[in-house]
């Protein structure tokens, strides 16, 4: 219990600091993957406030869009979890999830950040898109569907895994962590 104590204080002194409370919505997730960008020289990266819009911005990125996912233990299937892009049933939302100028997919083990696949360049972020779009379109029919069969509409909401960007030879830079260094390679 004394751990969850100073965790909690920890928590209040950093929101006090940074107006952020680092639990809300996995923020901490987001600044630990600005912080790994920014490590990988691609800063200095800010993180942008607020719930909705774009997470960061760098001038080296743009405006950034961090997506994240937490798996138990490391494993090849932990490049299959999907990275969920939500609110995909509002058409306004829709055209708007694609309009970041980098992505990054951030990928937790056990609450550690182990790996971040950065799609920045003008060619990965028109693949990345055009998968999106392939995502989308099969979303709105599945709505469709439901709609006319009188069901329930789906999750609002479409997955995108590393395994998907590697599959269609996405052009990204991988920032992989240890423990003791941060390697950087693009693919």
């Keep these: 219990m004394t751990d969850l104590v100073a965790l909690v204080e920890a928590s209040r002194r950093f929101r006090a600091t940074h ?57 090849p299937g932990v490049l299959n979890r999907g990275f969920q892009f939500d609110k995909q049933n509002d058409p306004d939302r829709r055209a708007t999830t694609g309009s970041m100028d980098a992505l990054a997919l ?6 550690r950040l ?19 779009r392939e995502r989308q379109d099969a979303f709105e029919k599945k709505m469709e569907a439901c709609r006319a069969a009188n069901k329930r509409l789906p999750r609002d ?13 996405v052009a990204m830079t991988i920032l992989k962590m240890s423990n003791k260094a941060l390697e950087i390679k693009r693919v």
């Design 19 to 75: 107006g952020v409370n680092v639990f809300d919505n996995y923020a901490y997730r987001e600044y630990l993957v600005v912080n790994a960008l920014d490590a990988a020289g691609f800063g200095p990266v800010r993180k942008l406030p607020g719930r909705s819009g774009f997470d960061a911005a760098s001038a080296a990125l743009g405006n950034v869009e961090i997506k994240t996912t937490n798996a138990p233990k490391l494993t």
């Design 106 to 111: 951030a990928l937790f083990v056990d609450d």
């Design 114 to 132: 182990r790996a971040v696949s950065l799609v920045h360049e003008p060619e990965g972020m028109a693949a990345f898109r055009d998968l999106l």
């Design 157 to 169: 909401s479409i997955a995108i895994s590393m395994r998907d960007l590697f599959d269609r030879g």
